[in-house]
């Protein structure tokens, strides 16, 4: 089973655009910071001073606006197989207490070595860290 990272969000003024609700570009950046937590909370020490990780796409479906006020609520997991070196996270945005959740991301991210910069393939002690061994793929 995947491990599924929690962190709640505080929206800002900054976060609001001129329609009056959550900018697109504020669930990006959540996406980020959650993402980032989700790994420093899951990896080991050495794994961090090894590894980095970087963006290469985000599918981002917006489904129902927040606003100033709101509590959101944020929930993360990653593929149970990763490709490569690539390892697609998902994350949902949600009001909470509501079960839809107001944005949906999909991003595709790359690992690399922290030294070098070189794209790694994702190592099975990694994988080990965020999903299951029944639901983990070949490696």
């Not at 965020?130 to 983990?136: D, I, L, M, P, Q």
């Amino acid at each position: 089973m995947t491990n599924v990272f929690t962190l709640p969000l505080a929206i800002a003024g900054a976060d609001i655009d001129e329609l009056g609700h959550v900018n697109n570009i504020a669930y990006l950046r959540w996406a980020q910071e959650i993402a980032t937590a989700h790994w420093r909370a899951s990896a080991s020490d050495e794994m961090a001073a090894q590894y980095v990780w970087v963006v290469r796409r985000h599918e981002v479906d917006y489904r129902a606006a927040l606003a100033l006020g709101d509590s959101a609520l944020a929930r993360t997991w990653v593929d149970p197989a990763p490709k490569g070196a690539l390892w697609r996270r998902f994350v949902e945005i949600s009001r909470a207490g509501e079960a839809e959740p107001a944005a949906s991301i999909a991003s595709d991210w790359v690992l690399l070595d922290a030294h070098t910069r070189r794209v790694k393939r994702v190592p099975s002690a990694i994988v080990a860290r965020f999903v299951s061994e029944t639901e983990a793929g070949p490696q």
